[in-house]
């Protein structure tokens, strides 16, 4: 099933990225939607992918947007490029851990940043609120904790 369905559908949204249509596209599958959560499965693939979402962002006012990321490098390119105050009120960048147990440090380029947090992964103690989709059936239901500038710790699964 992996190989001739899911596969193949990772790569041509992953190949649509580059498409001129891209922004226009996804403004019109995001909608009126009050929330959105970017990339259940991968992560940025260049400053002009965040640039590119970032134009979603303004196009989508209504919508708060929530952004994992383990592309630091990429965030803070983008800052570098376009300021502090670039990234649009309504998108929460949050800066995923790279190991359990060990919390996230923001790089000193994205300190003070509005719209960039952190989320951290536990075993045993969380670094932050918890999450609690594990204690939800996997499932946000009407918790937006993630949406916000909270430090979130997810129980590594």
Not at 8 to 34: C, K, N, Y
């Given at each position: 099933?992996?190989?001739?369905?899911?596969?193949?559908?990772?790569?041509?949204?992953?190949?649509?990225?580059?498409?001129?249509?891209?922004?226009?596209?996804?403004?019109?599958?995001?909608?009126?939607?009050?929330?959105?959560?970017?990339?259940d499965s991968g992560d940025l693939q260049s400053l002009e992918h965040f640039e590119k979402i970032v134009a979603v962002c303004m196009e989508t006012l209504l919508t708060l947007h929530w952004l994992p990321t383990r592309e630091y490098g990429i965030i803070k390119a983008f800052i570098a490029k376009h300021g502090k105050n670039a990234i649009p009120k309504n998108l929460t960048v949050r800066l995923s851990a790279m190991y359990p147990d060990k919390p996230v440090t923001v790089p000193v380029s994205l300190q003070g940043v509005a719209g960039v947090t952190v989320s951290n992964v536990h075993t045993d103690k969380p670094m932050g609120e918890s999450c609690k989709a594990p204690a939800q059936g996997g499932e946000c239901r009407d918790c937006r904790m993630c949406w916000s500038s909270a430090v979130v710790s997810y129980a590594l699964h």
């Open positions: 099933m992996y190989a001739n369905n899911i596969k193949p559908a990772q790569f041509a949204r992953l190949d649509s990225i580059d498409s001129e249509f891209w922004v226009s596209g996804m403004v019109s599958h995001i909608g009126t939607d009050p929330y959105f959560r970017w990339h």
